[in-house]
């Protein structure tokens, strides 16, 4: 009975050391995975999207003095006047993020609807109509931000341009006629906005610009001759919401 025990007991203790081995095994050919966490937002890589919004037009033409007086204004008058107009468009740009500090390069093409008409009342009600409109406008800029996270506060700064039409009829006095002129008109422009990026993908934001642009010269005929002057889009600002779809960039995962 003695012996039969002694059997049993060394049998156990073979079959619990066996246990012990493989588990042990088991430890060095396995370990825990790490949790997964999403990768950090970034701001670098390419992006193409649509803004729409409101701007509004300073719209400035004086007489210089060159050639006949085919609109009742004598050289050094002229006209001012302020327009809004609902505004849109696309942008296409590129971002790079060192840190906190993102740099980029984008442009824009917009269409406006800011236009308007001035009547001299010279002699008469009705004398000579003048009307005006800024229908295109485009950018080239610089921009240059900081980021939390997912959101990016940025400024930027570099070229703008219009096309800006101005024409005329006169239908009393003397200088009679009508007659009209389209110029592309250059500029600068500075701006300031936000954006938020909602996936790592698309990006919403808010944006303010203001850009000024320098003179042509627009010849408007009539039957007594030609009618120069000098005019401009003394000043263009919009405001507008964006909306940015961006490329995929190298993602930074942190563990």
Known sequence: MRNKLIAAFACTTALVSTGAASAADLGAR???APAYVEPLFTWTGFYVGGHIGGAWTNEQFINN???APFGDLVPGEGFRQRKSGIMGGAQIGYNWQANNY????????SGLDNKGTIT?????AGDDVFSWRANV??????RAGFAVQNNL?????GYAGVNNRLSVTDT???ATGSGGQTHWANGWTVGAGWEYGVTRNWIVGLEYNYAAFGSQTYQLGGTAGN???DAKPRDIQWAVVRASYKFDAPTIARY
């Open 102 to 109: 993102v740099f980029g390069m984008e442009g824009t093409i």
């Open 172 to 174: 009393a006095g003397v």
């Open 120 to 124: 001299n009342t010279v002699f008469g």
């Open 137 to 142: 406008l485009a950018t080239v800029v610089g």
């Open 153 to 157: 506060f940025y400024i930027k700064g």
């Open 30 to 32: 396995y370990t825990k």
């Open 65 to 67: 003095g060159t050639g």
């Open 227 to 229: 009618y120069t002057f």
